[in-house]
């Protein structure tokens, strides 16, 4: 590793990636890009089409965390994972891609608009080649029965115009090969002056006069060790794209966020900006479990649907979609996802570390799905994932300590709004009426899980407060914008500081309806352009 780069770049998931394989490959510059996770060959599932179902119960490739108590959902934690590996959780997802609805970025700030945003999204299309999958009987049947319900149907569902629609949506993969923006920007085509640095954890921003111009990083020993310190001088820019949960913890380790807080922690204060980590949301969701009466034939996250379900008026447009449905095959994902679920939710905090702990419960789950009643039922079961699209709902991330290795303290605040339980209530009616109709009660649709019984909205409360996760999507905590609540600025630069741009999901001011790692991309694709564009200037 070189004592200096012209540009560096913290982190490799879904932008991070975009942002160091187009500035080494456009410029001259040298570039640096370091990945806390292992590289992808070390675990070749994540490069895999059919690798997904493996990917999330491979503790390899997910970084672990877990929410605070949320107050609205009885007290629950929730795990909020995330994935770690070259193409971050856009390796280990279920590879959706969606740009979201035109009316979401109305929200966004000027210049960063559809019209704006679409020439970005279809460069990284042309790098990725996203494409939805062949119809199944299944699918089908689905697709009739959300028709039946007065709705409409296409497939693709990239032209930004969502409410209503359900359809086989693009996904990132080509024949068995996952089109992550790792694989599309960094596998093929190394790069000379490109330097890639794995199992490296960069523990905080070194400034001269409010200017980035170093970061301090730890080549990570073996197993749990600790590698020896070392300092990176940058000659140009530090890009930072660790993500909503990463990279407003690495700024305040920095000395840049809410100075109470980093002077709780001894941090010297940089910059002392009150709404980094403030602005989190996410969309949370509840599955509906449903058994067929036939074996299921479809395998992959490949049909969405989307609506506006409530009138609620902070939404700009009245047609705006709130509400997304998914359908969830759990013959093929059920099992790896119980490997990871059922130890966050059944050991305490605490002791979730463990991993022998966490092994006896996989080895129970294991001889569980041995059993052949369990699996001749789990081969017809399917679910329709209700996820709150548009959440009102605001929390934030806070240090737990000065230590990078610690988690931050991330509250979701989900349903801290009770819009957002309304809106959740609805769109589980909507998901019964599709459900009960014909087209799916001919291929088999008897509820299994509670919310999939009742419309009684004190149950269905209850319901979604038990059942409720993430679907992954954390956003928001370096909000981009122009007022003093958005610490980045239009070009992705962090106000108050030279040689530092934020291009992940956390500048993100308001969510998409849809799943963020298309928009992620996206902005990865444009930080690139603002830095090109100073450049000539």
């Known amino acids: 590793m ?3 780069y012209d540009y560096i770049v913290v982190g490799a998931g879904s932008s991070g990636c975009v942002v160091a394989g187009r500035l080494a490959k456009e410029t001259s510059s040298t570039v640096l890009l370091i990945e806390a996770g292992p590289a992808a060959e070390e675990n070749p599932d994540t490069m895999s089409a059919d690798g997904f179902k493996y990917c999330f119960a491979n503790d390899n490739v997910m970084l672990d965390r877990f929410s605070e108590k949320q107050h609205a959902m009885s007290g629950r934690s929730v795990y909020q994972g995330t994935g770690a590996t070259m193409g971050g959780s856009g390796s280990v997802n279920g590879m959706v891609y969606t740009r979201g609805d035109k009316a979401d970025f109305d929200a966004w700030p000027k210049g960063w608009q559809w019209d704006d945003i679409v020439p970005a999204f279809e460069a990284v299309e042309e790098k990725l080649k996203p494409k939805h999958r062949d119809a199944t009987r299944f699918t089908q049947a689905a697709v009739g029965a959300w028709v039946n319900t007065g709705r409409k149907h296409k497939d693709g569902l990239n032209d930004g115009d969502l409410a209503g629609y359900i359809g086989h949506n693009a996904m990132n993969y080509q024949g068995d090969r996952r089109s992550s923006s790792y ?5 093929d085509k190394p790069l000379d002056n ?15 006069n409010r200017q980035a111009v170093a970061i301090e990083l730890e080549q990570k020993g073996k197993g749990d060790g600790q590698g020896r310190l070392q300092k990176v001088r940058v000659n140009k820019e530090i890009i930072l794209c660790a993500g909503a949960l990463e990279t407003p913890k690495l700024l305040m380790l920095s000395g840049i966020g809410p100075g109470s807080d980093l002077q709780r922690y001894e941090i010297p204060v940089i910059l002392e900006q009150a709404y980094i980590g403030a602005n989190l949301h996410d969309h949370p969701n509840v599955c509906l479990f449903y058994k067929g009466k036939q074996k299921l034939d479809f395998e992959y996250p490949q049909l969405y649907a989307f609506d506006r379900v409530s009138d609620k008026s902070s939404l700009n447009q009245s047609a705006q979609p709130d509400t997304c449905f998914a359908f969830f095959a ?7 996802s119980m490997h990871r679920m059922v130890p ?8 979730y570390p463990i991993k022998p702990l966490r092994n006896v419960f996989r080895w129970l789950i294991d001889l569980v799905f041995k059993l052949p009643a369990l699996n001749n039922m789990i081969d017809n079961m399917y679910g329709i994932v209700v996820i709150l699209g548009k959440p009102e709902s605001r929390g934030r991330l806070r240090l737990q300590s000065n230590d990078v290795r610690n988690q931050a303290l991330i509250d979701t605040a989900y349903y801290q709004s009770d819009n957002d339980m309304k809106t959740m209530i609805k769109g589980i ?8 109709d014909s087209s799916l009660t001919a291929w088999g649709s008897s509820p299994i899980s509670g919310g999939g019984k009742t419309k009684n909205p004190d149950v269905l409360r209850k319901f979604i407060k038990s059942a409720t996760m993430t679907t992954f999507h954390f956003c928001g905590t370096c909000k981009m914008g122009e007022g003093v609540d958005a610490p980045v600025d239009k070009e992705l630069k962090l106000k108050g500081i030279t040689g530092l741009r934020i291009a ?23 930080a690139v352009d603002f830095i090109l564009n100073k450049q000539k200037a």
């Open 2 to 4: 070189l004592d200096s």
């Open 183 to 187: 694989m599309a920007y960094l596998h």
């Open 194 to 208: 490109l330097t890639i640095v794995n199992h490296c954890l960069t523990h905080k921003v070194i400034f001269k």
């Open 330 to 336: 759990a013959p093929i994902t059920l099992h790896q």
């Open 344 to 351: 966050a939710l059944a050991l305490p905090k605490p002791l």
């Open 429 to 436: 009616e909507i998901a019964q009426d599709m459900a009960a």
């Open 504 to 526: 992940d999901a956390s500048v993100i001011p308001e969510v998409p309806v849809s799943a963020i790692n298309a928009p992620s991309m996206m902005i990865g694709y444009r």
